[in-house]
């Protein structure tokens, strides 16, 4: 018992320091995209608004996914920080099981095993809803973001995106809104 207490104080510590959302329990399954096409899927998209993470500190955010070879996907993000520079991370997606192309692994690192990202929902020209979770023991920790083809997105595709969210038990009101102004942004075109 005692080690259970100690796990779940190191966790909630961890929690609170990172601002990335551990919550009790099992990570939910939600529904994903049917019948995923990657090659519609690639491209760059804007982030609209994410979960808060820890890798994660900018602003003007976006993704680029190129096609790296069969079932591997090339990800490149890139966001303007604080003091003016441009952060990236390179990456590259996999598809886990043939059978549910949506359900997708990324690893930035090779040291760091590859963490889940699931497409929930997207029109391949306009929006994705993007979803991971991870389990850890008695607790779970997600990852969510709305990201567009455009810097912005209509606010009731944003609603409707946080509501299948917040079917699966999601804490919508945790997302933050990502800058994408052009003129702030402009950095970023350079």
Same mark, same amino acid.
């Given at each position: 018992?005692?080690?259970?207490?100690?796990?779940?104080? /190191?966790?909630?510590?961890?929690?609170?320091?990172?601002?990335?959302?551990?919550?009790?329990?099992?990570?939910?399954?939600?529904?994903?995209?049917?019948?995923?096409?990657?090659?519609?899927?690639?491209?760059?998209?804007?982030?609209?608004?994410?979960?808060?993470?820890?890798? %994660?500190?900018? %602003?003007?955010?976006?993704?680029?996914?190129?096609?790296?070879g069969p079932g591997e996907i090339a990800v490149l993000n890139r966001e303007l920080l604080d003091d003016g520079t441009i952060g990236?991370?390179?990456?590259?997606?996999?598809?886990?099981?043939?059978?549910?192309?949506?359900?997708?692994?990324?690893?930035?690192?090779?040291?760091?095993?590859?963490?889940?990202?699931?497409?929930?929902?997207?029109?391949?020209?306009?929006?994705?809803?993007?979803?991971?979770? /991870?389990?850890?023991?008695?607790?779970?920790?997600?990852?969510?973001?709305?990201?567009?083809?455009?810097?912005?997105?209509?606010?009731?595709?944003?609603?409707?995106?946080?509501?299948?969210?917040?079917?699966?038990?999601?804490?919508?009101?945790?997302?933050?809104?990502?800058?994408?102004?052009?003129?702030?942004?402009?950095?970023?075109? %350079?």
């Amino acid at each position: 018992m005692k080690a259970v207490q100690a796990l779940t104080l /190191t966790l909630l510590l961890v929690a609170g320091a990172s601002a990335q959302l551990l919550k009790s329990g099992k990570c939910p399954n939600p529904a994903v995209q049917s019948n995923f096409d990657a090659s519609r899927y690639l491209g760059k998209w804007y982030e609209i608004r994410k979960l808060p993470t820890t890798f %994660q500190k900018g %602003q003007c955010a976006t993704a680029n996914y190129t096609l790296k070879g069969p079932g591997e996907i090339a990800v490149l993000n890139r966001e303007l920080l604080d003091d003016g520079t441009i952060g990236s991370a390179v990456g590259t997606a996999k598809v886990k099981d043939p059978a549910e192309p949506a359900k997708l692994e990324v690893s930035f690192f090779e040291d760091t095993p590859p963490g889940p990202y699931w497409v929930l929902s997207t029109d391949y020209d306009s929006y994705t809803l993007i979803y991971g979770c /991870t389990d850890y023991g008695l607790f779970h920790m997600e990852l969510s973001w709305i990201l567009s083809r455009e810097p912005t997105l209509p606010e009731e595709t944003v609603e409707k995106l946080l509501g299948i969210l917040s079917s699966v038990g999601v804490s919508v009101d945790e997302m933050v809104p990502t800058v994408q102004d052009e003129s702030y942004c402009s950095a970023m075109n %350079q």
